[in-house]
């Protein structure tokens, strides 16, 4: 798993911690004020109670002017106060105030009489609706019913603000993150910086190293050798048009395969990851360029980064494989060379396909090397008839034992050249 998507995880799961905790504290923040706005909403309500029972014994009933006056004073000093009924129970609705109509709705009828008797309507995450019976001397059952808001629309932004700049922020970060270019999108080298090798890596680079191969390269006349040679009088004259990508293919120019091979091998040991370098020689597809190009095709289509995908003579193809083993590799191309029999098993014009693999299996290796490898690998599956993968297997051991032995080897050799300068002077 590479760096981008170990940090995609860490994020998510942080940013769903996050997410949940701004949530439920803001939950917590609605209950809190909720409850208490609810508490003073009850309070105003017994207050309100009080002077309705206090008006009906000082001004005879809710028919007077004066009691009318008080109720609508109680409304304007009690703004979260939206409608009040008083009504009794034998003789229907006996007095009704409302700040907005949408809070009457209908009438019901209430039990054992035929008067007509109001129904509030509410909402009820944000309104509460208060009931109590009235005690009223000479008068029996009355009672009165009003709704008070309890959470307005301040209260509800206020107690989410939080938790809406959280969401916000996150979301920013995730679009960010989303555009980034991955490591493997990274700009491609230009044709003009040629192909050199960082004084880190040449350091360690010995002689070819042929101890941990399973398979060596075959005769000199094998066809992916002659494939090779042929490809450079081809190159020189299309990349005159100054473009990355061969017009002939659309396929990275050949030129450029060491020095990228090398970069990657580079990032891939950086971040302690594995790389293959697969090659794919079409024996007869320099003769059936439309064919050729239907196989490089689907070769990009499955290899999913164009700029790691590069020409490798007149009939073959270099693919790099980031952070893939070899076993892997070898998996990835089995799979991949049975969907183009359609394309190479035409009667009379077969084109047979050779894959040689190689992979950085843990050593500090140059692109030069590493496509040695895979030059020994694709010859020899290209000697044998028929459609043939072969990998070529390093161990590591071994190579950082010849490493080792290599450098020893160079010291003495560099003493004796110093003793003889000084001689000599």
């Known amino acids: 798993m590479d760096m981008r998507k170990k940090f995609s995880i860490i994020f998510l799961i942080v940013a769903l911690i996050v997410l949940v905790g701004s949530l439920a504290w803001s939950g917590y923040v609605l209950y809190r004020e909720y ?50 009924i008083i009504y009794s129970h ?90 980034l270019p991955s490591g493997s999108e990274r700009e491609t080298v230009p044709a003009e910086t040629g192909e050199t090798i960082s004084a880190s890596t040449e350091a360690h680079l010995p002689a070819p190293d042929t101890t941990g191969a399973d398979q060596s390269a075959g005769p000199a006349s094998n066809p992916a050798e002659s494939n090779k040679t042929e490809a450079p009088e081809e190159e020189s004259s299309l990349s005159s048009n100054g473009s990355l990508f061969s017009p002939r293919t659309g396929l990275v120019w050949e030129s ?30 320099a003769d059936d360029l439309e064919r050729f190009r239907k196989i490089i095709s689907e070769m990009l289509s499955h290899f999913a980064f164009q700029d790691m995908t590069f020409e ?25 060379l049975p ?39 694709v010859d020899r599956a290209s000697e044998t008839e028929g459609n043939n993968i072969i990998g070529f297997r390093s161990d590591p051991d071994k190579y950082r034992d010849f490493v080792s032995k290599s450098t020893e080897d160079e010291e003495p050799k560099e003493e004796k050249a110093e003793e003889e300068t000084a001689s000599q002077a």
Request: hydrophobic content about 40%; glycine content about 8%.
């Open 90 to 179: 034998d003789t229907g609705v006996e007095y009704l105030i409302s700040r907005d109509a949408s809070y009457i709705v209908s009438t019901g009828i209430s039990k054992g009489s035929e008067n007509p008797l109001p129904q509030l309507n509410y909402n009820r995450f944000t309104d509460q609706i208060f009931r109590t019976n009235l005690d009223i001397p000479g008068l029996q059952g009355m009672a009165a019913d009003s709704v008070f808001t309890i959470l307005d629309r301040t209260e509800v932004f206020r107690a989410t603000r939080t938790s809406l700049i959280i969401v916000v922020v996150l979301l920013i970060v995730t679009i960010i993150l989303l555009f």
């Open 339 to 377: 969907t183009l029999k359609p394309i190479t098993e035409v009667p009379g014009r077969t084109i047979t396909l050779s894959c040689g693999l190689s992979s950085r299996n843990g050593r500090l290796i140059s692109g030069e090397r590493l496509l040695k490898e895979a030059v020994a690998a």
């Open 256 to 285: 450029h395969l060491k020095q990228r091979l090398t970069l990657e091998l580079e990032r891939a040991a950086s971040f302690d990851q594995d790389m293959t370098l697969a090659l794919l020689c079409t024996q007869g597809g």
């Open 312 to 336: 490798y003579g007149k009939e073959g193809a270099a693919a790099l494989l980031p952070n893939t083993d070899l076993d892997e590799a070898i998996t990835r191309i089995t799979d991949f």
């Open 35 to 84: 409850t208490g706005l609810s508490a003073n909403a009850e309070t105003r309500f017994l207050s309100l109670k009080s002077q309705i029972e206090q008006g009906f014994k000082q001004y005879g009933g809710t028919k007077s002017e004066a009691f009318s006056r008080s109720m609508k004073q109680k409304l304007s000093e009690y703004p979260r106060l939206q409608a009040l």
